[in-house]
């Protein structure tokens, strides 16, 4: 057992204090990770306020988790010691059930194990997260990262590229379409910098007119100010797909609207409260509105092995752990160039 320094809370309503941390012995197939990066992903946010439910303390959020091996199981195969490695949103599931077989753990008919606020495969023992020094994972949890890049601006890649990279595969796109994609944030400019690599033609849609610059300099064609209801009016019927970022509630029948027929709405934000649905924004023309889950561990390497050939990397904010809860009410003011990175150093006993 390993004894770790990690940032913790007990409370919704707490703020983030640092907090001692017990890792487990490591298994046959266990990897022990010094965590270099963790980025903070709006879900933390959700989570440690216990905005979807119910949530366990103490909870030690962040799965945007980057480090290097420190130690292996006798029985690892697919890593050694030093190996630039990342945990995303999952550290293990059944492995047995139809999505496991499928590569989708996400939807593991027995509950994947999150990697916090999550439970372990024995169903008692509780996850903690990246706002830490480090963490044990199953080496089938864990992604290989090329060694080369800025590992710090790759951490975000676990949750908010995996997020985006997935339903942008699952829909086909590619040259010729339209892709939308609403929220200019963690998630949202990673949207826009893997749609732009696959090919498509790609708007902006922001509530945040200083955005503009930005969106055009990640790749945007066009920025779309969705309170200018002129600029919606003339964007209707115009998309292939959309990505719905937005973590708050909004009206999602406006940009139904914009979609072409037949286009595709992919919801990815989870606001707290529901969001209101006209069905006559699905019927004439008729379109579909669905929505999508992080993505399975083979496609999160293959996401990965996509940005590193595509040079795609997170446009970063680097912190000290000690300003983590300010760095919550900053992100929530959506004062953040796109995501905060926690660089794991600063946490020192
Ligand atoms: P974020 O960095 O805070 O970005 C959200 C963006 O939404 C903001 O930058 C803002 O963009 C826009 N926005 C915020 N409030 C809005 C409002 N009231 N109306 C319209 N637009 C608004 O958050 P994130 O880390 O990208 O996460 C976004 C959401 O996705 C969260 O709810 C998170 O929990 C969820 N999420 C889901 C998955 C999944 O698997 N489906 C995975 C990760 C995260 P503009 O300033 O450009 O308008
Ligand atoms: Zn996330
Ligand atoms: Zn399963």
């Known amino acids: 057992m390993t004894q770790i320094l990690a940032y913790a809370l007990q ?153 985006t990279y997935s339903p942008l595969r699952r829909w086909n796109v590619g040259p010729g379409q339209k892709v939308g994609i609403i929220g200019l944030g963690g998630l949202g400019h990673m949207g826009v910098k893997i749609a732009t690599a696959m090919g498509a033609e790609v708007s902006v849609f922001t509530t945040s007119l200083n955005k503009y610059e930005d969106a055009k300099a990640l790749g945007a064609k066009h920025v779309i100010l969705s309170k200018d209801e002129a600029a919606m009016k003339a964007a209707a019927k115009q998309f292939d797909l959309i990505l719905d970022t937005v973590s708050a509630k909004h009206d999602i029948n406006l940009y139904l609207a914009t979609l072409k027929r037949d286009g595709v709405m992919v919801s990815l934000g989870i606001p707290p409260e529901p969001v209101e649905l006209s069905l006559r924004s699905l019927l004439s023309p008729p379109r579909i509105l669905t929505g999508s889950s992080i993505g399975g561990i083979k496609e999160t390497q ?18 000290a752990i000690q300003d983590v809860n300010l760095a919550y009410e900053r992100l929530l003011k959506g004062d953040v160039k796109y995501r905060f990175v926690i660089d794991m150093q600063s946490l020192q006993g």
């Open 11 to 163: 409370h919704p309503q707490d703020q983030l204090v640092p907090f001692e941390l017990t890792l487990r012995k490591l298994k046959e197939q266990d990897i022990l990770i010094d965590i270099l990066y963790c980025g903070i992903c709006h879900s933390d946010i959700h989570q440690a306020r216990s905005e979807w439910g119910q949530a366990r303390y103490p909870m030690v959020p962040g799965h945007e988790i980057v480090g290097r091996v420190k130690q292996i199981g006798a029985k690892v195969i697919g890593f050694a010691i030093g190996d630039a490695v990342g945990v995303g949103c999952m550290v293990d599931s059944c492995r047995e059930c139809g999505s496991c077989q499928d590569e989708l753990q996400q939807f593991c008919s027995q509950g994947p194990s999150f990697t916090y606020n999550s439970l372990e495969q024995d169903k008692q023992t509780p996850t903690y997260g990246g706002y830490a020094k480090g963490i044990v994972v199953h080496e089938d949890f864990v992604l290989k990262i090329a060694p080369q890049l800025d590992l710090a601006r790759v951490a975000p890649l676990l949750c908010a590229g995996i997020t």
């Open 302 to 319: 293959e996401m990965l092995d996509f940005c590193a050939q595509h040079r795609i990397l997170s446009d970063i904010e680097i912190i």
